[in-house]
């Protein structure tokens, strides 16, 4: 259905719904948004721009390809929303094979339907399942995993926590990163950041929250760093230019955070 976009609530992406909830297609402003019958935005195109990461958050979970020495080949999804993340990662790391777990069958065929997800069996893994399970069970290693899930309530679930977060770690590569989208407002945010410090500690960085409430945590799977600020400073110009995505004024929130670092930016507590 059809409807304007409401901007209050923070968004999400990757939800999981409660069986009652509804997938409704809105568009306003040339921007299409997903929502599981609420005002919550799960993921939002804007039409004219369909390969473009509309929303902030999506934008900061990318940032581990600025810090990364190698670009990823190997890459995890947990959720898939709108397919905005996926989209974008297929079509600037075109040498990755893309896996992505969605829970809800609807959301996969919204995503194809109404938001331009590629069909590529070469190279993107679709399942069908939870997140959770799925993390329980696999044995692959993935040099990235992302991970965005929620139900219709903007409730994480078992997609937080010390066992989910031990199982990212476990099948993350030598050197890969972890990256989540944790919204900060929302009852559970202070154990669950607890949970990831728990598992992550000495090798996670928090990104400064979002104005729409989304705070970004990465992680890596070993000691990584210390990075120049000059350097990524550079990567992310020449990033703006080869990958059209610019991420200077996170990176400028980043430094204002890592002031009295000496110039490095480091993974810590």
């Known amino acids: 259905m059809l409807s304007p976009l409401a901007p209050e609530p923070p ?59 190698e670009t990823p080949t190997r890459i ?15 079509r600037h790391c075109p040498h990755a094979h893309l896996t992505v777990v969605e829970i809800d069958p609807r959301v996969v065929r919204a995503a194809r339907q109404f938001f331009r997800m590629p069909e590529d069996s070469g190279r993107i893994t679709v399942v069908e399942g939870d997140g959770a399970d799925f993390m329980d069970h696999v044995g692959e290693i993935y040099d990235l995993i992302l991970v965005d899930g929620f139900d219709a309530r903007a409730r994480a ?16 590569s030598a050197h890969g990163f ?31 929250t979002l104005d729409s409430g989304n705070g970004v945590v990465l992680a890596s799977a070993g000691p990584q760093g210390p990075w120049s600020l000059a350097e990524l400073r550079a990567r992310i110009l020449a990033w703006k230019k080869d990958h059209a995505l610019d ?23």
Not at 19 to 30: L, T
Not at 76 to 90: H, M, V
Not at 163 to 168: A, D, E, L, Q, S
Request: glycine share 10%; charged share 20%.
């Open 157 to 172: 679930g078992r997609l937080q926590g010390e066992r989910f977060y031990r199982n990212c770690g476990r099948v993350l």
């Open 247 to 269: 991420l200077g004024h996170l990176f400028a929130r980043i430094e204002q955070l890592q002031s009295g670092s000496g110039g490095m930016l480091r993974l810590g507590p």
């Open 76 to 90: 995890l999804l947990i959720g898939l929303g709108a397919a905005s993340l996926l989209k974008y990662l297929y």
């Open 11 to 69: 968004v999400t992406s990757a939800i999981s719904p409660v069986a009652a909830s509804s997938i409704d297609i809105r568009e306003s402003d040339g921007v299409r948004t997903l929502h599981f019958g609420s005002e919550w935005v799960q993921g939002a195109m804007r039409v004219a721009r369909p390969w473009t990461l509309e929303l902030e958050y999506t934008r900061a979970m990318i940032f581990p390809l600025i810090l990364c020495e």
């Open 178 to 208: 972890l990256c989540a989208n944790f919204l900060t407002r929302q009852r559970g945010y202070r154990a669950a950041l607890t949970a990831w410090s728990a598992i992550f500690s000495g090798r996670s960085l928090r990104f400064p």
